[in-house]
């Protein structure tokens, strides 16, 4: 998925953004990847910190990885999982944030 910004989102792509963090497993390993930064987690460190282990783990990072949240490197004998798409989750949300109260007959209520 390509990286876009907030006024270029279309529903289409904001959906299956959020698809993809449609999972409480899912939105705990991306929290998990956040919190760690751009220097990443091993898979197995990612699995102890989000609770989250084994083929659970690996289906939730490849859906995650799909959406464009989230890259797996290999290092050696680790896998390194790291959250990449900090301006893509700033985008959903402005995705949202954006149209807040723009039809509404109350003025000042804008957020966007």
């Given at each position: 998925?390509?990286h876009?910004?907030?006024h ?102 804008r957020?966007?």
């Amino acid at each position: 998925m390509k990286h876009i910004i907030a006024h270029d989102l279309s529903v289409e792509i904001a959906a299956s953004t959020f698809a993809a963090l449609g999972s409480e497993q899912r939105l705990a390993v991306l929290r998990t990847l956040v919190r760690a930064g751009p220097v990443g987690l091993t898979i197995g460190t990612l699995g102890e910190r989000a609770g989250v282990t084994g083929s659970t783990l690996t289906h939730h990072m490849k859906i995650l990885a799909q959406a464009g949240l989230v890259t797996q490197t290999k290092q050696g004998r680790s896998i390194i999982c790291a959250a990449v798409a900090y301006d893509q989750v700033r985008a959903l949300s402005n995705f949202l944030l954006n149209e807040c109260c723009a039809d509404s007959d109350q003025p000042g209520h804008r957020h966007g």
